[in-house]
């Protein structure tokens, strides 16, 4: 996990568009397909919060909650649908509570047509509702058994109740993809004669292909005079392709999710989305792009729903490099292997060691860690790296740089820097975690208390501050080995000392989370000082 602290681009505003599209390398082609119709700005409506909780085995806390709509209000959304306020009191209560933060988005709430659900976001003191009932035939005869008429006039009340309550109304017809295309209309045509403010298109299966999706919005667009907004569900895969194609025909907001969550296979993602419309049409949103990669890290920490390694944008193989080929050729001009920078969307370029490595590889990496090596060294660590790789072992950073110590006749884990002497840590329910340390630094005993978010935080905190000089924690990745309550668990970390640029890194194994940490990050401080004292 990146350290968003020490992200130089988190929480600035990013930049310009001129230099963004310097750093994206799309084909030519793209050009050659753009319509008049594509909306120089589209909005981003992130419903994260309602159908990303809606994702199978989620439940956000009201803090969570609270904490994720923060971080969308940083990031730029223009509209965060926080909630469907009928579910449960204490949806109303995260729901109040983020309204009355008045962060910089709007904030909306589902409601079905009726009053009691508008009722209920008023009292969440929104001004912002998202109501909508479904009018395929297929629900209405299976699910709601009312008529087209009746679902009509049901819309129609619900959305002048809701404006002769002051507040902005989106509606969308449910299940709008299969519904009959005059009927469609008609309700787009109703709803706005109703005093509607945005229309929005549910495509709730996921059952469109880009194509279709183009010749849907073309004809919805003859009728619609409010914003058109696209709402697509991931069935077949195709929900970013599908939101992409309403917008190349005029759709001006887009309904995401971070990290594609959502109902089953999930919504368009708000990272892919925001891409897409950035590198194929040039269409601007108010999302801060460097702010990208830590939204979808916090997201999946909160929510518990990890990031796939191959998801595109914020995977942790969205920028890794293994083949000696592609990292030559990245080193050389990232465009040859990169579809744009990862610092544009908050990530880092990661150089993989492994079977398919090559010297510029291994050159490179071990550079990162401040170790320069001959060519003849270079080529025994390449050796023994393949000879790794090959019988099944990933070879992580912290084996590279015990091989390239070893190669270089350094001792692998000096420990003669700093020793831990004591450490205690307090944790435990409505208390701020405390940690305590005495360390010994070149011989001399310094001690150390500090707080941190949990007691793996506060251990660090307790040992960056014994340490006295500036050391930032630039990554830390904890995984389980084995299963069970007992499990064992590795740690890696990674520190940077003061503004050098070179890294140090620590790994360690044991059972216990906290002990383990401050293990890892005792030798990566003891790699740090070894190598400045060299
Ligand atoms: O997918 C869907 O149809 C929805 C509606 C509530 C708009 O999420
Ligand atoms: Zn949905």
Do not use: W
Request: proline share 3%; charged share 25%.
């Amino acid at each position: 996990m990146t350290d968003p602290r020490n992200s130089d681009s988190a929480g600035s505003k990013g930049p310009d568009q001129a230099t963004v599209q310097e750093h994206i390398f799309t084909s030519q082609y793209n050009r050659l397909a753009l319509l008049d119709t594509v909306p120089e700005h589209v909005m981003i409506l992130d419903t994260t919060l309602r159908d990303g909780e809606q994702t199978p085995g989620v439940a956000l806390s009201i803090d969570d909650k609270i904490k994720i709509a923060t971080a969308l209000a940083e990031l730029g959304v223009d509209v965060i649908e926080a909630g469907f306020p009928m579910t449960s009191a204490g949806e109303r209560e995260s729901m109040r509570k983020i309204a009355d933060l008045k962060l910089g988005s709007r904030i909306c709430g589902l409601a079905r047509c009726n009053k009691a659900d508008i009722d209920a976001a008023l009292d969440c003191k929104l001004d912002y509702v998202h109501t909508f009932i479904a009018t395929s035939d297929l629900h209405l005869t299976h699910k709601l058994r009312m008529t087209r008429e009746q679902v009509k006039a049901k819309a129609i009340e619900a959305i002048e109740y809701a404006k002769s309550h002051g507040l902005t109304v989106e509606f969308s017809c449910e299940d709008g993809t299969r519904t009959d295309l005059a009927f469609l209309k008609e309700m787009h045509q109703a709803v706005q004669q109703a005093g509607v403010d945005k229309i929005n298109l549910p495509d709730t299966v996921g059952t469109m292909s880009p194509p279709a999706m183009e010749e849907l919005v073309k004809q919805l667009m003859t009728v619609t005079k409010v914003p058109l907004s696209i709402h697509c569900h991931n069935d077949f895969g195709l929900a970013v392709a599908n939101s992409l194609a309403a917008v190349r025909q005029g759709a001006k907001q887009v309904h995401v999710c971070v990290n594609g969550m959502g109902e089953r296979c999930g919504n368009a993602s708000l990272e892919e989305i925001v891409m897409g419309l950035t590198a194929f049409y040039g269409t601007k949103t108010n999302v801060v792009m460097n702010r990208i990669g830590y939204t979808s890290k916090m997201v999946s920490r909160l929510t518990g729903i990890p990031i796939p390694d191959n998801k595109p944008i914020v995977g942790n193989h969205a920028f890794a490099h293994e083949s000696g080929i592609h990292v030559h050729g990245v080193l050389k001009n990232p465009a040859t292997y990169e579809a744009f920078s990862p610092e544009l969307v908050g990530m880092r370029r990661n150089i993989v060691v492994g079977k398919h490595s090559g010297a510029h590889s291994i050159r490179e990496k071990l550079s990162q860690y401040g170790m320069e090596l001959t060519e003849p060294q270079l080529t025994d660590v390449l050796e023994k790296v393949k000879r790794l790789a090959e019988s099944g072992k990933e070879v992580d950073d912290a084996e590279l740089v015990a091989l390239a110590s070893h190669v270089l006749g350094q001792s692998v884990r000096s420990r003669h820097k700093i020793t831990l002497k004591e450490f205690t840590v307090f944790t435990g329910l409505n208390i701020t975690p405390t940690s305590t340390v005495v360390i010994e630094l070149d011989g001399e005993t310094r001690r150390s208390s500090n707080i941190g978010i949990g007691p793996v935080d506060a251990a660090l905190n307790a040992i960056k501050a014994a340490v006295s000089d500036k050391i930032s924690l630039v990554e830390y990745r904890l995984s389980a080995i084995t299963g069970g309550s007992d499990a064992l668990c590795e740690v890696s970390v990674k520190l940077q000392l003061n503004d050098e640029k070179a890294l140090s890194i620590g790994k360690s194994i044991g059972t216990d989370i906290v002990l383990t940490s401050v293990d890892a990050t005792i030798e990566a401080i003891d790699r740090l000082y070894s190598r400045k004292n060299a």
